[in-house]
C-alpha cells in the first residue's frame, strides 16, 4: 500500500512539472506554470479587489485544480462536507502566508519551478521556508491544533467549486465583466482550455495523492517519511528537463523572471509561508484541493488568501522584481517597508497563534 501511495505522489508530481513547462512554453510567464499565490492574486485583481493592472486576469489553473479535486473526492465517495476548525484564525492565516509568498513573488509550487528554471533566489526561499515548517513541526509536537473539524451539510462543501464554476462561466461568456491585464505577467497565459484541462487533471491526481510541499517536508522533519517530499522532487526534476531542452534554463541570482534577490526577504518571505502551511494543515496547493474536497476550513483559508492578495497590492506589500534602468544599470527589487513590516508582523502572529493554541492555554481558557 505505501508504494502504491509512493508512485501516486511520484507520478502527480511528474505530471505538474511536465503541465509547468507546457504551459510557460504556450503563454504563461516564465518560471511560472503554475503557481497557485500570483495565479489567486491574479483572479483577486480580476475580481476588482486590487487595482494592480499588471496582474488581473482570471487563471484557468487555479479553477481547474478546485474542479480536479471534486471530481476525483465525488467518484472515490471522499468528498466529505466539514467545517468548524477555528475559520477566523484559518482567514487570517491564509491572508499572511499569501503576503509572505508575494514577499517572495512565488508560492512553495513556484518555489521549485524557479529552481528548476535556475533561479537562485529559490535556494534561499527553500531554505527559508524548511525553516518556517521546522518551526511549526516544534509546536506540533508539543500538541498544537486549530481543533477538530466536523461534518456540515453538503452545501459547505460545494461553495468553492460552485463559486469556481460560476466565474468560469462567465469568464467564458462575458468576459468583458473582468479587469484583464493587458501588459505585464497578467497578460501572460496559456489558451483557456488547456490551462484548464491541465490542471483538472493535476487537481484530481493531486487529491488522489494527497501532495503538498509543506506537508512533505514536515513529514520528513516528524517522521522520516519522505514520500510527500518525493512528488516535489519528481516536479523538480521534469520540470528542470523540460526546461534544459527548451533552453529556458538560466542559472543566477540577478534578473530571474519575476523574481528579486533580496534575500533576506526571501527568506523571511517563504518562512512565514512554511510556518503559516504547517499551522493551516497544508501548502496553498494542499488547501485548494481539500476545498475542492468538500472542507470548508480550506475554503475559508482561500478565501483570506484572496484578502491577502488584495491586501498586499492594495497596500504595496507585495515583492518588487530585479530590473534594469534607462540606463541600462541593474536595479534591485525587493520589498517596501511596509511590506517588511507585513511579513514580521506574520511571523508574529503564527508565532502567537501557535503558543496559544498549545494544550496548556487551552485548558486555561477553557477552565474560565
Known sequence: MKKKISWWVIVTG?????????????????????????????IAGSLGLHSAGKVQYIRP?????????????????????????APALRFVLGAFVMIGALAFLGCPLRMVLRLAGGDANALVGLVGF???????TLFLKKGFSLKRSYDSVPLEGVVLPVSMTVILLLFLTVPVIFKLSEAGPGSKHAPVWLALALSMVIG????????????????????????????????????????LVTKQFHWGFQLQPIAHSSHVWNFLGMTLVGWGSVLLGGCP??????????????TVTVFGMLAGAAAAHNFGLAGTADSTNAAGEFVRGGLSNTGKIAVVSGIVVCLAVSVLNLPKFVKKQEAK
Open 14 to 42: 511528474a505530471i505538474v512539472g511536465l503541465s509547468a513547462v507546457l504551459l510557460t512554453h504556450f503563454g504563461n510567464p516564465a518560471n511560472m506554470g503554475f503557481c497557485i499565490a500570483c495565479f489567486l492574486r491574479d
Open 61 to 85: 489553473e487555479i479553477i481547474g485544480l478546485v474542479l480536479g479535486a471534486f471530481v476525483m473526492s465525488v467518484c472515490t465517495k471522499e468528498f466529505r462536507a466539514k467545517s468548524g476548525s
Open 130 to 136: 524548511g525553516a518556517g515548517i521546522f518551526a511549526g
Open 204 to 243: 484530481a491526481l493531486a487529491q488522489r495523492s494527497r501532495l503538498c510541499m509543506a506537508g512533505g517536508i514536515r513529514d520528513a522533519v516528524m517522521f522520516g517519511d519522505f514520500k510527500l517530499l518525493s512528488g516535489f522532487v519528481a516536479i523538480f526534476l521534469v520540470a528542470l528537463i523540460g526546461n
Open 285 to 298: 496547493l494542499r488547501q485548494l484541493i481539500l476545498a475542492g474536497s468538500g472542507n470548508g476550513d480550506s
